[in-house]
Every structure is written in structure tokens, then in C-alpha cells.
């Protein structure tokens, strides 16, 4: 079976500093790994995935995420934060042959990022 | 491209009551699925179809039914709403690769 766990329901930081938003997961199998951003009453949009190319994925807003095997996460960075990067992040696991049959996406339970002046 | 759209965005039912929420996708994605989500538990999958004419069933399909008679349409069937049902509830949809899934803007569910 697979999941996700994120380190801390809440951060809060600076504007400017950097943001780091943890994802550990868990899978029998290769994984593919995703970052979702939540704004406050909308929909979930993509930010970043990991489909077992190169292990440094670089994604929109200037945000990235490392792949890392032996640590099994799959950490959220961005290195100075603003204000509008305030909402709710979402990590999510799934590999190659169950989304193949239908996208089932293991989420985490979300990290809400807030971002302090 | 409209992407994908829910309607309603609002509802309030009385528990017993049933009510259909509307998804359509203009993408022409074979992969649609219909998740719900509660604070501190994540975006949990309720069912998902790849393609028209197939549906499964995810992680939490109790209580609703679904069914997909085109490649646009997937709509999500409360058959008797309970309050435990009262959620935020998205629709999602995706092209084999590279598998970026695309949600709507959600339906929040409010069941007394």
C-alpha cells in the first residue's frame, strides 16, 4: 500500500525566507510524486511532479522538489517566499501501473503555509 | 477551454434527501475521478472512470453512485444524504501522460 505523510499541518515564514514544506512517502513500488497548491476556496492546481526522471524537479512559482530514494521524501522548497505563496500544499503519491488504470492519487493531509510580513 | 467545471458550488440538503453533482471536462480526458475533501484528512477518492462505460469504485464510495455515459460527464450520485457526507467535493480529470491531473473549483456540501 502506499501513503503520504506531511511533517506539520501549519508553517509560517517570513517574506523571504525560505519555505520548506516536508513529504515522506511510502511505496512498494517506483513512485510517481506530486505537489498540489490549494488557494483559499479554489481547486487544487499542480505545481510539480516526479515521474522518475530527473530527481531535482523544478515546478511553477519558482518552487522545486527533490527526489530522494534512500530518505523516501520528496521535500518542497522555494528559497524566499511572498505573500501570495500563503495556501494550503498538498503532496501526493501514486505509481506508474495504478495510474495507468484510473489516477488513484494518495494524498497527504495538507500543510497550510502561511507567510508572515 | 472552460477545463472543468462543477456545478453547484453551494447545496444544502436534508438528511434522506438525494441530489446529483454535475462535472464536465471539455479536455478530452479519458481519466475522471471525484474526490472529497475534509480538514486534516487530504483530498480522499470517492470513484474514478478511465474512460466511458467504466467506473471503479476508490477509497471511500459508500453512499455514492457514479456513472459515465460520455468522455465529458461524470456525474456524482448521493443516493440518501447523511451529515457525515458534508464535504467539499472535487472533480478531476487527466490524459494518460504527461499526468498532470486537472480539478475543478469544488462543491461544498452541507448536509444537516
Known amino acids: 500500500a502506499q501513503s ?27 513512485p510517481y510524486l506530486f505537489w498540489y497548491v490549494q488557494y483559499p476556496n479554489q481547486g487544487l492546481q499542480l505545481l510539480l511532479k516526479y515521474t522518475s526522471a530527473a530527481t531535482l524537479v523544478k515546478g511553477i512559482n519558482g518552487f522545486e522538489a527533490e527526489f530522494k530514494k534512500s530518505e523516501t521524501s520528496f521535500h518542497l522548497t522555494k528559497p524566499s517566499a511572498h505573500m501570495s505563496d500563503a495556501a494550503e500544499y498538498f503532496c501526493a503519491v501514486t505509481h506508474g501501473m495504478i495510474y495507468n488504470q484510473g489516477g488513484k492519487l494518495i494524498f497527504g493531509q495538507g500543510t497550510e503555509l502561511s507567510v508572515k510580513p | 477551454n ?32 471525484w474526490y472529497r475533501q475534509d480538514p486534516g484528512m487530504g483530498l480522499r477518492l470517492i470513484h474514478y472512470s478511465v474512460g466511458a462505460g467504466i467506473t471503479d469504485q476508490g477509497e471511500v464510495p459508500n453512499g455514492y453512485n457514479v456513472s459515465r455515459s460520455t468522455t465529458e460527464d461524470f456525474p456524482l450520485r448521493l443516493l440518501s444524504a447523511a451529515p457525515s457526507q458534508t464535504s467539499v467535493y472535487f472533480c478531476a480529470s487527466r490524459r494518460d501522460s504527461p499526468y498532470e491531473q486537472y480539478f475543478g473549483p469544488g462543491t461544498r456540501l452541507t448536509v444537516t
Not at chain 1, 503520504?4 to 515522506?24: D, K, P
Not at chain 2, 477545463?3 to 479536455?27: E, H, R, Y
Request: proline share 3%; hydrophobic share 35%; aromatic share 6%.
Open chain 2, 2 to 33: 472552460a477545463g472543468v467545471t462543477q456545478t453547484p458550488k453551494f447545496q444544502v440538503l436534508k438528511t434522506g434527501q438525494s441530489m446529483t453533482l454535475q462535472c464536465a471536462q471539455d479536455m478530452n480526458h479519458e481519466y475522471m475521478s
Open chain 1, 4 to 30: 503520504v505523510t506531511q511533517l506539520g499541518s501549519h508553517v509560517s515564514v517570513s517574506e523571504g525566507a525560505l519555505v520548506l514544506l516536508r513529504c515522506n512517502y511510502s511505496s512498494s513500488v517506483p
